[in-house]
């Protein structure tokens, strides 16, 4: 299993301001995946990121909000442009098991929640 | 379109009461995994099991146990004798292929309350 750290574990963000969440993986992985969940609700996938290419989004979703970058094999960021309190959530990074089962590991999250 | 149904948003039980939990699944996929995640309230998301489409042996981990109905495309997930510490949201998930890889789509999950 891979072992995932992200920061910030939580924050407290005004309006209008951004803030970027990093993803630090202990081993080289071709795909990371972002989600979001807010309160009371489960997991949405927010886009994939993978090395060397732009980040590929889901459905309802788009770089200019969420802007994602992944400069080597080990860490990503997503960054949630201009919050608002609707984008209080906890954003979580993911990573695939390798097996091509869709098995995922998981950081902690960053809980975030926007005033 | 994928999708996982958890009918049961929330369960309240009493320690060694035994539960279970619902999960429904739809897919055009003709390979795929079902999955069970456990979220304690310390937020980060636990891997429980994992089952593809072409096993459907019931499985059993300690107080654990799973029910793979491909007829009825059911997930279910028992724990018998539960815990207080068994207290979470449990999640059920579906393999979604993409092209070169596979993502999840999550159910909504279900919160269990287990007192003591």
């Known amino acids: 299993s891979a072992v995932i750290s992200q920061k910030p574990s939580r924050d407290i963000c005004q309006r209008g301001t951004s803030l970027t969440i990093q993803c630090q993986v202990d081993s080289q992985v071709t795909m990371m995946f972002w989600y979001r969940q807010q309160p009371g609700q489960s997991l949405t996938l927010i886009a994939t990121?993978?090395?060397?290419?732009?980040?590929?989004?889901e459905s309802g979703f788009v770089i200019d909000k969420f802007p994602i970058s992944r400069p080597n094999l080990t860490f990503s960021t997503l960054t949630v442009s201009n919050m608002s309190p609707e984008d209080s959530s906890i954003y979580l990074c993911s990573v695939g098991s390798g097996s091509n089962t869709g098995e995922l590991f998981f950081g902690e999250g960053s809980r975030l929640t926007v005033l | 379109a994928q999708k996982v149904t958890q009918a049961q948003t929330e369960i309240s039980v009493v320690e060694k009461e035994d539960v279970t939990l619902d999960c429904v699944y739809e897919t055009r996929d003709t390979t795929y995994y079902l999955f069970w995640y456990k979220q304690p309230p310390s937020g980060e998301l636990v891997f429980l099991i994992r089952?593809?489409?072409?096993?459907?042996q019931n499985e059993i981990s300690g107080r654990y146990s799973w029910n793979f109905q491909k007829s009825t495309s059911s997930f279910n997930f028992t724990i018998t004798a539960s815990q207080v510490v068994d207290s979470a949201v449990y999640f059920c998930?579906?393999?979604?292929?993409?092209?070169?890889?596979?993502?999840?789509?999550f159910g909504k999950g279900t919160m269990l309350l287990v007192s003591p």
């Open positions: 990121a993978n090395q060397g290419s732009e980040a590929t989004y």
């Open positions: 998930a579906l393999s979604e292929a993409r092209w070169g890889y596979s993502t999840l789509t």
């Open positions: 089952r593809n489409s072409f096993d459907e």
